[in-house]
């Protein structure tokens, strides 16, 4: 990682945030040998990432030819404008932010035990209330949808907060961010150390 100061290595840390996401971006390799990225809804348990999708597609046409995959999710927090120092050049802006990067290769569950878990996860996380129905092997949707898991072979975590900033700057853009209070703001300020 070039700019390792912003390197999360604190692998609870690195949970945290693929825990918090609700939307990834899988990227598999297409045909062409170009990247095919597709936003998903995803759950992040058992060191793995899951999702659910069609029984046919070009994601599974991908991943079928070559299971290779690389998974992102990141959490924009916030924008320190030109507002922030307007004697500064424009290019000092900054977004400041979480992300985590994996690469793995994605496999087809085909346990039935396993794919229902898997499911019931998703549906956990996306709920977000207890006594959401839960979903059970007999279900019709379980039978007509895939569930795959993205074995992680490699995970990377970073955290842009001005960690390149003297005490001084990062003392500014926190009173900047504090005073401004947009959604995102006070968590980047408490977070800029």
């Known amino acids: 990682m070039r700019r390792s100061q912003c390197e999360i290595k604190d692998k609870e840390k690195i949970g945290e945030i693929l825990r918090r996401c609700r939307i990834g971006r899988l990227a598999t390799v297409g045909a062409d040998g170009f990247p095919y990225i597709t936003p998903l809804n995803y759950v992040y348990r058992q060191g793995a990432i899951w999702f659910h999708c069609a029984r046919q597609g070009e994601k599974l ?54 794919k229902v878990a898997a499911l019931n996860a998703l549906m956990a996380v996306h709920e977000g209330v207890p006594g959401f129905g839960r979903i059970g092997a007999a279900d019709p949707g379980v039978a007509a949808c895939l569930v795959v898991a993205v074995r992680i072979e490699r995970m990377s975590g970073k955290s ?34």
């Open 160 to 193: 842009g907060l001005a960690q390149n900033k003297s005490d001084g700057d990062k003392a500014g853009i926190r009173a900047y961010l504090e005073q401004r209070g947009l959604p995102g703001d006070l968590e980047a300020a408490r977070l800029i150390r």
């Open 61 to 114: 046409h991908n991943i079928a030819r070559d299971p290779r995959v690389c998974f992102e999710v990141d959490i924009p927090l916030a924008y320190k404008g030109t507002d922030c120092a307007p004697e500064a050049p424009a290019c000092n802006v900054s977004q400041f932010y979480h992300s985590v990067v994996i690469r793995g290769r994605a496999e087809i569950v085909s346990a039935v035990e396993e």
